[in-house]
């Protein structure tokens, strides 16, 4: 994989781990910002709940509550401790409108801040959008096609570029060289890795680089930023 990885240039890529200046404090509508991390939420209040049903149920609560009154008193600190209050608290709340024989029994103390379920899925969920972001950006440029070469990359890890160049061309019908490849698996590392980083700057509350990177390390994110400056 060292290969495939290594800048065609010989000169390091650098992100800038602060670039994104929208952090979820500043969001103009609360339930408009939270709906991008349905996904994550879901997952896990359906492993609360042990039904997708009732974590929909619960979902509409919480975002009925977010419309009504935004974030409230609690606009501060990472955003993926706001919304797990929230979760446990709505889950609480859907589970108190079952009748009494059909509640099913909730065990919250296992759902910390830092519990690993929870910081699974938060992860899963901001590497989600950071796929979806690089596939946007293909489509808009698709003279540069960073998200195929590094979707094909990730996804088996072929060993040599010549073996990426056919696992592209069989995949997607599309035909790159060798050098290309390289050079745009080198860009689309690069652009990953700082959506990434903005993905992350976002759901603090004023962060600074040093904010960002110990978010990146708790998340277990930083192979994405493996011989990457920041």
Known sequence: MADLTSSATGRTSSINLVRSSHPWTQADSAAGFVLRYLSPMRR????????????????????????SVGFGE???????????????????????????GSRPT???????????????????????????????????SPESPVYTVLHGATKSTPATPAM??????????????????????????TLFAQLIADEVAE??????????????ALLGLGKAFSGIAV
């Open 203 to 216: 759901t603090l509350e004023a962060p600074t680089s040093e904010d960002v990177k110990r978010e990146i």
């Open 106 to 140: 909730l065990d919250l103390e296992s759902i910390t801040l830092e519990s690993k379920q929870w910081l699974t899925y938060w992860r899963e969920g901001l590497l989600e959008r950071a796929w979806r972001s690089l596939e946007r950006q293909e489509h808009t």
């Open 44 to 67: 896990q209040l359906t492993a609360i709940l042990g039904s997708s049903d009732l974590a929909d149920e619960s979902l509409k609560l919480l975002l009925g509550h977010l419309v």
């Open 164 to 189: 990426l160049v056919l696992q592209i061309a069989s995949e997607s019908g599309l035909k790159i060289d060798e050098a290309t490849v390289q050079k745009t698996l080198a860009e689309a590392r």
């Open 74 to 100: 609690h606009k501060r600190g990472r955003l993926r401790d706001f919304l797990l209050r929230g979760i446990r608290s709505a889950a609480k709340s859907a589970v108190a409108e079952l009748p009494e």
